[in-house]
């Protein structure tokens, strides 16, 4: 069996090539299957889950624990109030934490003392905090406007970069991708969406427009004026000749991120380290993803016409002949 890096320089030297081009609006078709796939999974399991921080509520912790457990704690909620809707976590490994939906003053005096019961602690043990919503929706609103002037910002120097806004197009486009895989994933598996994830949302950014320009200046290498070979199959060769890195990177980029993902989540139980984690894990490997099988198609379906012209004008070899 071949080795990476024989594969790699079969890669770069054309004796071995993935058709990504070629095949450009399977891989588009697939890009759009899987948003489907994942817009119909998070509708069906009823939109997405929204952190405290989004909907307002009220958090109870209950700290100095022997051993962090969930059994019992929604118990002592629905015993105050049956209709609430509890949601318990534990972090680390001596704190339980449970949301709920706003209640009253009254009723958090006696869900405090059942979770004092419920774990054998104090009643200052059990600690109280009402979010309110209006934190959320600041978050929000300014999370969405950093979002459009990045994007805004990005799209001028790619087109300025790379001298073409159908490398900018491209580029948005697998951006878009990202981001909307990485929120299907979490609508359609549950994961709940804090602050924190928001963070992470806006972070893959980077790395997913880091792996683009890479594939993108090698297209560019390619295709400069004076070389030879078709449009299309120097754009072909240029993503085959960065896939090896690709992956590379993506690996150096994703071990770290898990690393912190398994501590974040099992060890130290810290939301907001494994809420940032998970998000970034997510974008990453969609992020390569998307560099080769949406960045590329998408560049190369634009650059169609020019291909076809380009194919007009060039010599043929009888042409070729009669020059010499």
């Known amino acids: 069996m071949a080795s990476l890096t024989t594969i790699g320089n079969e890669l770069y030297t054309g004796e071995r090539s993935l058709p990504v081009v070629a095949k450009r609006k399977l891989w588009m078709l697939v890009a759009v299957g899987i948003l489907i796939v994942l817009a119909l999974g998070t509708v069906a399991r009823g939109g997405f889950v929204f952190g405290i921080e989004f909907t307002g509520g009220s958090e109870f912790r209950v700290t100095g624990l022997s051993a962090a457990t969930i059994d019992g704690a929604e118990e002592a909620v629905l015993d105050v109030v049956p209709e609430a809707e509890a949601r318990v976590v534990t972090l680390g490994a001596d704190t339980v934490r449970v949301q709920t939906d706003e209640v009253t003053e009254e009723q958090v005096a006696e869900i405090r003392a059942n979770l004092a019961d419920t774990y054998g602690v104090e009643g200052g043990d059990v600690a109280f905090s009402f979010i309110g919503p209006s934190w959320g929706a600041d978050i929000s609103r300014q999370a969405l406007q950093a979002l459009v002037v990045f994007l805004v910002l990005v799209s001028i120097v790619l087109a300025v970069y790379f001298r073409t806004w159908k490398m900018a ?3 948005l486009s697998s951006l878009a991708f990202d981001l909307l895989v990485t929120a299907g994933v979490y609508g359609i598996i549950g ?82 380290l494994r809420d940032i984690s998970l998000a970034l894990f997510i974008g990453t490997i969609v992020g390569t993803w998307s560099s080769i099988f949406v960045a590329a198609p998408v560049y190369a379906q634009l650059r169609q016409n020019d291909s076809i012209a380009e194919e007009k004008v060039r010599p043929t070899s009888s042409e070729r002949g009669a020059v010499v």
């Open 169 to 171: 197009v491209a580029a």
């Open 191 to 272: 994961f709940e969406v804090t602050p924190a994830a928001v963070i992470g949302f806006l972070t893959i950014l980077g790395y997913s427009l880091y792996d683009t320009v890479v594939v993108f200046d090698k297209v560019r290498e390619n295709t400069a004026p004076g070389s030879s070979g078709g449009l299309l199959d120097n754009i072909n060769l240029a993503v085959n000749q960065t896939l090896v890195r690709s992956i590379n990177t993506s690996i150096v980029a994703t071990l770290p991120i898990a690393a912190v993902l398994f501590i974040g989540a099992f060890l130290l139980g810290a939301g907001t």
